[in-house]
């Protein structure tokens, strides 16, 4: 605790420990501290400036001397030669290392080959593969006997698709018995209402038909009536825009006279700019005198505040360290049967707390054991359905396996009825095709024949008839040659009106690409000239907001100035209010500390 008392007040007085014993000396002794330390004005400890020394001149470098350029010799040099005599006798010695060499021989072309064997067992075994024929197929084995083990989850799946399929058959059986009838009638009444149907949307077909019709007519009225509506809102265009032209014309002679008139405003007013800064340095400067007053003021106050504050301080350390040198005996003996009284909820003795812990922990091993009871019956039941849903699973298995085994003989014997069915008939229709094929080939000799007389006959005709043949081949000549000529000048005619009426077209095409032209740059002008103007009216637009702006700002300016210095002069009556209060209860203090050591 002392050291905590003198950590404390270190931080408090800002001073270190061995200042202490002075000051409680200064206070036991009577000395009375008037006011706070103050600073004593003292020189610098600085010493003296050494001449810095002069710099060092180096010596000049010694001069250099190059050496003279070698000689230059003409021809090649020892090394080359040396190089030259060096390549000359490798050559020499490889000419004759390979005149001395024995001829190359490759061994292992007189070695015993095993190709010609190798080859023809390879072409065997090819032969082989491909002259496979596969020997007969075994039979397919017998389908497997072992029950099929199921988890709890396929048999609950299992048995939901049983139940589900028994209360499908069973509703199915509840309303055959309950719908006794003849099915002809809802037929009936089917087709009845699927033909009045169709009607209907034949004749919704129809209408659509009519109102498409009347939707192109109307397309056309519209497209009209557009074109009349376009050429009035243009030449409305053209009116406002005119009447645009005029109002652009006097505002620009407005904005000139307003210009004007402004400028002789402020030639009037030039000089009044430097009498108001004068005005406004001298509120400045004044305003700043009166703050330097105040706060010199506040200053001093805060330092007397704060000498009041560390005597206050210092009072209550010392009262403090002399409670702590009075010694105390604390000595409290532990009780476990009684309660412990600090106030709280639910507080009981040592003992009861041991008791109910251990009937907690004995209620909780019964509830452990009831619950796994519990846990172990409903595990019992699971297993118990699961048991008897799984025999409902192997009976419901015998009777679709003998029904799908009677689905598959009777699946047999139709089909061996069909196949049988299907032999007869084709049967019969081969014999009908071959005696189709015996009429035709009769009938197509008999034709034979009577073509062969026919061409006799048309041979013999040709032959009387060749007399005049000569004349027939001129006719036909002309009838061609006029043919031809009628075909070419209907030819003709046909382009030239064609290229009549693509160039009629042409004309017609430019001159509305013209007229297009035209009107979409006076268009442009227009929307140009509009744009200006808008363009103008938003400038000036602006320019009015930014005055007004300004002004606003000016006017929140002043007012924020004016609030500040209220919220300075209540700022100031509050601290000087709170300085007389701090002294006036300091000194009341200090005299009631000093009647009671008295």
Request: glycine content about 4%; charged content about 35%.
């Amino acid at each position: 605790m002392r050291r905590l008392l003198d950590v404390l007040e270190e931080r408090v007085y800002l001073t270190r420990k061995r200042d202490e014993d002075k000051d409680d000396a200064a206070a036991l002794s009577g000395a009375a501290r008037s006011g706070p330390t103050v600073t004593v004005v003292q020189p610098f400890n600085l010493s003296e400036e050494r001449p810095k020394p002069l710099p060092v001149q180096d010596p000049p470098p010694p001069p250099i001397v190059y050496k003279p350029p070698p000689k230059v010799r003409e021809g090649p040099t020892k090394e080359m030669l040396a190089i030259a005599a060096a390549r000359e006798a490798n050559r020499a010695a490889a000419e004759a290392r390979a005149v001395a060499a024995a001829p190359f021989r490759l061994r292992i072309t007189e070695r015993p080959s095993t190709l010609e064997r190798v080859r023809a067992e390879i072409e065997a075994d090819l032969a082989r593969e491909l002259t496979f024929s596969p020997g007969p197929a075994r039979a397919v084995p017998a389908p497997p006997v072992a029950p099929v083990r199921l988890n709890a989850a396929a048999i609950l799946r299992e048995d939901a698709v049983y139940r589900r399929k028994q209360a499908q058959e069973a509703e199915m059986l509840r309303k055959f018995e309950s719908e006794l009838r003849d099915g002809g009638e809802f037929k009936a009444w089917q087709a009845s209402m699927l033909q009045l149907d169709e009607a209907a949307r034949m004749a919704e077909v129809e209408q659509r038909r009519v109102e498409m019709a009347e939707s192109a007519k109307a397309a056309v009225r519209a497209r009209e009536r557009a074109v009349a509506e376009n050429q009035a809102v243009g030449r409305q265009l053209k009116a406002e825009a005119k009447a645009i032209e005029e109002a652009l014309v006097r505002e620009r002679e407005e904005a000139r006279m307003a210009k004007a008139a402004l400028r002789d405003a402020v030639l009037d007013t030039r000089g009044a700019p430097a009498v108001a800064a004068e005005k406004l340095a001298a509120e400045k400067r004044q305003l700043a005198e009166e703050e330097r007053q105040r706060r010199a003021a506040n200053e001093k106050a805060l330092q007397e505040q704060e000498i009041r504050e560390l005597a206050e301080k210092r009072d209550i350390i010392m009262q403090l360290r002399a409670l702590e040198k009075v010694p105390r005996v604390q000595v409290k003996e532990f009780d476990p049967t009684t309660a412990p009284d600090h106030g709280l909820l639910e507080t009981m003795p040592l003992i009861e707390l041991r008791e109910r812990l251990t009937v907690a922990k004995r209620r909780r091993a019964d509830e452990e054991e009831r619950t796994r009871m519990l846990i172990l019956q409903a595990r019992q039941d699971k297993e118990d359905t699961l048991r008897a849903k799984a025999a409902n699973i192997q009976r419901v298995r015998k009777v679709a396996a003998a029904q799908g085994a009677k689905r598959r003989d009777a699946r047999v014997v139709a089909v061996t009825q069909v196949a049988a069915r299907e032999a007869a008939k084709h049967e019969d229709d081969v014999l009908q095709l071959h005696a189709r094929l015996q009429a035709k080939r009769a009938g197509a000799a008999a034709e034979k024949a009577r073509i062969a007389a026919e061409e006799k006959k048309i041979r013999f005709e040709q032959m009387q008839q060749a007399a005049g043949a000569s004349a027939v081949e001129e006719n036909k000549f002309r009838e061609l040659r006029a043919g031809t000529q009628r075909e070419l000048q209907q030819r003709q005619a046909t382009k030239l009106s064609t290229a009549t009426a693509a160039e009629s077209i042409h004309r017609k095409a430019a001159s509305v690409r013209s007229r297009n032209v035209k009107a979409e740059l006076k268009g442009k002008q227009s929307f140009l000239a509009a744009y200006d103007e808008q363009l103008a009216a938003l400038t000036r637009r602006v320019a009015a907001e930014r005055e007004r702006d300004a002004g606003s700002r000016a006017e929140m300016v002043s007012t924020q100035r004016a609030h500040e210095a209220g919220v300075l002069a209540a700022r100031e009556a509050a601290s000087k209010q709170l300085l007389r209060r701090d002294t006036s209860t300091m000194q009341s203090r200090l005299a009631s500390f000093a009647g009671g050591s008295g």
